[in-house]
């Protein structure tokens, strides 16, 4: 890395003008930005395009408008408003963030750096974000925009997310980030990320800080950030579980780790469709693709299973509405459940 092309000031107030003429000024979470909405967001805005998660944030708002509310839903309740959002984790981690600042901080949401780290789910970007968003605090953030734009910027090369490209990432945020006019800041940050310093076709020409940009003044911007090493995504093959009797349907919940963690999905065997005995026959298939591999599943219709765990229980077809459901297993009993149901 060459040496930073601007100070810290002139870059905070270059970026601060760009993004209050160029910049995003009415996303819903914007409007009242109160710690909890920002938090919501943020957790929903983790690994989501921001056109997706606009309908879900309105619509999570309308049923959870407060901390309060969110800590009184079930987990039921909370997993049918995010399916679809994909990485179930963090609804989880948003419950169990309300749970903690009604309980353990009296209602009352930190204001400080360290105690916003606290917050279950909360990490050092989500913590930055509503320091910066919610009080227009001092906050750091570093996400797939920021790393973007300084590893541009700055002429950083090596991997985004090794240690030590992470390690000169957050030391530049830390040092960039200003003591006031920190939510124009972190907005402009964003924003220049996801409009101008795009990952594909950026649009230098309208970019502000195109004369100092050492990945434009050298001429790799294609080059910046450098990309990871292309892996081999891996198709793995699944055995679900049919089984309905006097129009309701067999579910069991998932553990709360590892995927689809806490949702109602159609159970899920390890055996070979052959050991369930002489009547088991196919319902259909899906497919699903995760991060690390694709999902090849199979549907199995059997009439019974023997004894029943303490994880599956009968519902109702047209109860299954109002679950929480992986998308793929939801758009399968879509297809296949009875008429009549």
Same mark, same amino acid.
């Given at each position: 890395?060459?040496?930073?092309?601007?100070?810290?000031?002139?870059?905070?107030?270059?970026?601060?003008?760009?993004?209050?003429?160029?910049?995003?000024?009415?996303?819903?979470?914007?409007?009242?930005?109160?710690?909890?909405?920002?938090?919501?967001?943020?957790?929903?805005?983790?690994?989501?395009?921001?056109?997706?998660?606009?309908?879900?944030?309105?619509?999570?708002?309308?049923?959870?408008?407060?901390?309060?509310?969110?800590?009184?839903?079930?987990?039921?309740?909370?997993?049918?408003?995010?399916?679809?959002?994909?990485?179930?984790?963090?609804?989880?981690?948003?419950?169990?963030?309300?749970?903690?600042?009604?309980?353990?901080?009296?209602?009352?949401?930190?204001?400080?750096?360290?105690?916003?780290?606290?917050?279950?789910?909360?990490?050092?970007?989500?913590?930055?974000?509503?320091?910066?968003?919610?009080?227009?605090?001092?906050?750091?953030?570093?996400?797939?925009?920021?790393?973007?734009?300084?590893?541009?910027?700055?002429?950083?090369?090596?991997?985004?997310?090794?240690?030590?490209?992470?390690?000169?990432?957050?030391?530049?945020?830390?040092?960039?980030?200003?003591?006031?006019?920190?939510?124009?800041?972190?907005?402009?940050?964003?924003?220049?990320?996801?409009?101008?310093?795009?990952?594909?076709?950026?649009?230098?020409?309208?970019?502000?800080?195109?004369?100092?940009?050492?990945?434009?003044?050298?001429?790799?911007?294609?080059?910046?950030?450098? %990309? !990871?090493?292309?892996?081999?995504?891996?198709?793995?093959? #699944?055995? &679900?579980?049919?089984?309905?009797?006097?129009? +309701? $349907?067999?579910?069991?919940?998932?553990?709360?780790?590892?995927?689809?963690?806490?949702?109602?999905?159609?159970?899920?065997?390890?055996?070979? %469709? !052959?050991?369930?005995?002489?009547?088991?026959?196919?319902? #259909?298939? &899906?497919?699903?693709?995760?991060?690390?591999? +694709? $999902?090849?599943?199979?549907?199995?219709?059997?009439?019974?299973?023997?004894?029943?765990?303490?994880?599956?229980?009968?519902?109702?077809?047209?109860?299954?509405?109002?679950?929480?459901?992986?998308?793929?297993?939801?758009? &399968?009993?879509?297809?296949?459940?009875?008429?009549?149901?």
């Amino acid at each position: 890395m060459m040496h930073p092309p601007l100070t810290p000031t002139s870059f905070q107030q270059r970026l601060i003008t760009w993004q209050q003429t160029h910049g995003r000024h009415d996303l819903p979470w914007q409007q009242d930005p109160t710690p909890y909405r920002v938090l919501v967001s943020e957790i929903m805005l983790q690994q989501t395009q921001v056109a997706t998660v606009i309908p879900y944030f309105e619509r999570w708002i309308a049923s959870f408008p407060t901390i309060e509310a969110l800590a009184a839903a079930t987990e039921d309740e909370v997993m049918n408003h995010w399916q679809g959002l994909g990485y179930y984790s963090r609804a989880r981690n948003l419950r169990k963030a309300a749970l903690y600042i009604t309980e353990e901080c009296g209602g009352q949401f930190p204001d400080q750096l360290e105690s916003l780290l606290k917050i279950p789910g909360v990490g050092r970007y989500t913590a930055g974000a509503i320091a910066s968003f919610a009080y227009n605090a001092y906050g750091p953030i570093v996400d797939g925009n920021v790393k973007r734009l300084f590893c541009r910027f700055f002429g950083i090369e090596g991997v985004p997310g090794t240690s030590q490209v992470d390690k000169t990432l957050w030391h530049l945020a830390e040092t960039f980030t200003p003591t006031e006019n920190n939510r124009a800041f972190a907005q402009g940050l964003l924003d220049m990320g996801a409009t101008v310093c795009k990952p594909k076709n950026p649009i230098c020409d309208d970019c502000s800080f195109q004369p100092e940009c050492i990945a434009y003044q050298s001429n790799r911007v294609d080059q910046l950030p450098t %990309p !990871k090493p292309k892996k081999t995504i891996p198709t793995r093959a #699944g055995q &679900f579980l049919w089984i309905e009797s006097d129009g +309701k $349907l067999l579910l069991e919940k998932r553990a709360d780790n590892g995927i689809w963690g806490a949702l109602w999905c159609l159970p899920q065997i390890h055996l070979e %469709p !052959k050991q369930l005995g002489d009547h088991v026959r196919l319902k #259909g298939s &899906f497919k699903h693709t995760f991060t690390h591999y +694709k $999902l090849d599943a199979k549907v199995w219709h059997v009439d019974s299973l023997g004894e029943q765990t303490d994880n599956q229980q009968w519902f109702p077809f047209e109860a299954c509405d109002e679950l929480g459901l992986p998308t793929p297993i939801r758009k &399968f009993l879509t297809r296949n459940t009875p008429a009549s149901a």
